[in-house]
């Protein structure tokens, strides 16, 4: 004697309960919501390794998926700048909190690449050609909102046109720090005039006058929302060291001392960078608390 499928004769799902799977019939006929919002086919066959060795995979999902973070943050902190110029300290706050977890999560894509030895990434490095880091524009508008600006930096983009106009818009815009400085100016503090009319096309440079603030506003109130803002912002600071130093080990351990892809100077420009503290004044000010 047969017995009719389940889903024949099944029962309706009584009001309040959940259904104990998912509805495979959603997007049968075409691609699922799920693919509409997230694209993951476009995601997943963008990969095109250029060698045969198995390795390279690895190099080019890691590299994409940083790319991917890149934009988050920029996205963060280009929301953290718009908040400051409205004084919306809160909204200011919580997009650099949510920055400070995707900078944790970029640092840790450093680990599949960690530990190449310089045979591994020689398998696959000719398939970079001239291809280097430094060229990314993404990272570039990254660096420009930490105030690490440089004209010279757009040259590597003259010919694709949509990141050429976004990097020159974002080479003229304040930095995130410029729209601290600005905020802290609003409130009284004795931001010099210097400082707040300088070109923000130009690299910042630190001013004794600026760590004379960050130490006068730790100095007061512990629970202030300016202290506050100054932790956060040193929490970016101190993840963003974190992850030019990671970059410094894992290109140490990979290629040594040789000259890098792209024709920078490899280790010796990534130890140069290392060295430079984010948001300076934040750390120097300490020293006077």
Same mark, same amino acid.
Request: glycine share 6%; with cysteine.
């Given at each position: 004697?047969?017995?009719?499928?389940?889903?024949?004769?099944?029962?309706?799902?009584?009001?309040?309960?959940?259904?104990?799977?998912?509805?495979?019939?959603?997007?049968?006929?075409?691609?699922?919501?799920?693919?509409?919002?997230?694209?993951?086919?476009?995601?997943?066959?963008?990969?095109?390794?250029?060698?045969?060795?198995?390795?390279?995979?690895?190099?080019?999902?890691?590299?994409?998926?940083?790319?991917?973070?890149?934009?988050?943050?920029?996205?963060?902190?280009?929301?953290?700048?718009?908040?400051?110029?409205?004084?919306?300290?809160?909204?200011?706050?919580?997009?650099?909190?949510?920055?400070?977890?995707?900078?944790?999560?970029?640092?840790?894509?450093?680990?599949?690449?960690?530990?190449?030895?310089?045979?591994?990434?020689?398998?696959?490095?000719?398939?970079?050609?001239?291809?280097?880091?430094?060229?990314?524009?993404?990272?570039?508008?990254? *660096?420009? #909102?930490?105030?690490?600006?440089?004209?010279?930096?757009? @040259? /590597?983009?003259?010919?694709?046109? =949509?990141?050429? !106009? $976004?990097?020159?818009?974002?080479?003229?815009?304040?930095?995130?720090?410029? *729209?601290? #400085?600005?905020?802290?100016?609003?409130?009284?503090?004795? @931001? /010099?005039?210097?400082?707040?009319? =300088?070109?923000? !096309? $130009?690299?910042?440079?630190?001013?004794?006058?600026?760590?004379?603030?960050?130490?006068?506003?730790?100095?007061?109130?512990?629970?202030?929302?300016? @202290?506050?803002?100054?932790?956060?912002?040193?929490?970016? !600071? $101190?993840?963003?060291?974190?992850?030019?130093?990671?970059?410094?080990?894992?290109?140490?351990?990979?290629?040594?001392?040789?000259?890098?892809?792209?024709?920078?100077?490899?280790?010796?420009?990534?130890?140069?960078?290392?060295?430079?503290?984010?948001?300076?004044?934040?750390?120097?000010?300490?020293?006077?608390?």
């Amino acid at each position: 004697m047969s017995h009719p499928s389940p889903s024949a004769h099944s029962s309706p799902v009584a009001p309040g309960d959940a259904p104990l799977a998912p509805d495979l019939t959603i997007g049968a006929a075409t691609t699922t919501p799920y693919e509409d919002y997230v694209r993951a086919d476009v995601l997943t066959h963008l990969q095109h390794p250029l060698s045969d060795d198995p390795g390279e995979m690895v190099f080019l999902v890691t590299t994409q998926v940083m790319e991917l973070w890149f934009t988050v943050i920029v996205h963060e902190w280009g929301t953290a700048c718009e908040a400051l110029r409205r004084d919306d300290l809160p909204v200011a706050l919580d997009a650099l909190g949510r920055s400070t977890h995707e900078l944790t999560a970029l640092n840790a894509a450093w680990q599949p690449l960690a530990r190449l030895t310089p045979a591994q990434f020689n398998a696959y490095r000719g398939a970079l050609g001239e291809g280097s880091g430094f060229q990314s524009a993404m990272y570039r508008r990254l *660096e420009f #909102l930490l105030g690490e600006k440089s004209a010279s930096m757009l @040259v /590597p983009h003259r010919g694709a046109a =949509r990141e050429y !106009a $976004e990097l020159e818009k974002a080479l003229h815009e304040p930095s995130l720090w410029d *729209e601290v #400085l600005r905020l802290l100016a609003r409130r009284g503090h004795a @931001v /010099p005039a210097a400082v707040l009319e =300088r070109d923000p !096309a $130009e690299r910042y440079e630190p001013d004794p006058a600026v760590e004379a603030v960050w130490a006068e506003v730790y100095a007061g109130e512990q629970d202030s929302d300016l @202290v506050t803002l100054g932790e956060a912002l040193t929490d970016v !600071a $101190e993840l963003v060291w974190r992850w030019r130093n990671d970059h410094l080990v894992a290109t140490r351990r990979a290629m040594g001392a040789k000259m890098g892809t792209g024709g920078s100077a490899g280790v010796a420009w990534l130890e140069k960078r290392a060295r430079k503290n984010v948001f300076p004044e934040l750390w120097t000010a300490r020293s006077h608390v």
